[in-house]
């Protein structure tokens, strides 16, 4: 069983940085590859990017390519999203999540573990 709790989303004008950070508890978090997903109004969650167990492979939707990056400290448990030139498209509600099995998996249903999501919210 793995917890997992995101922070850092906020408000932010078109242009800015925000780091997310997702925390994690339980037992062998560094077996887990960890994705970010997000969901806007209205619209299906959607894959961001993927990090495998030990960092050594990132994976990012074409979207936030250039702009996000994902990064793991397994001795802290935890898992960033920095995510710099940011867009008002990028609003949503981010998650993270937990995959055992998989690899840099892009779909929702890979995923056995989710966090509660943190709001980003990108002004024009």
């Known amino acids: 069983q793995v917890q997992l709790v995101e922070s850092g989303g906020g408000l932010v004008q078109a242009g800015g940085s925000l780091r997310l950070s997702c925390a994690a508890s339980?037992?062998?978090?560094?077996?887990?590859?960890v994705g970010w997903f997000r969901q806007a109004p209205g619209k299906e969650r959607e894959f961001v990017a993927a990090?495998?167990?030990?960092?050594?492979?990132?994976s990012y939707a074409d979207s936030v390519k250039g702009r996000f990056t994902i990064s793991r400290d397994n001795g802290k448990e935890m898992v960033y999203l920095q995510m710099n030139s940011l867009k008002p498209e990028d609003t949503a509600v981010y998650y993270c999540?937990?995959?055992?099995?998989?690899?840099?998996?892009?779909?929702?249903?890979?995923?056995?573990?989710w966090g509660q999501g943190t709001q980003v919210t990108v002004s024009s």
């Open positions: 339980g037992r062998a978090f560094s077996t887990y590859n």
């Open positions: 999540a937990a995959d055992q099995w998989g690899g840099l998996d892009t779909s929702t249903h890979e995923y056995d573990y």
């Open positions: 990090i495998t167990w030990n960092g050594g492979s990132t």
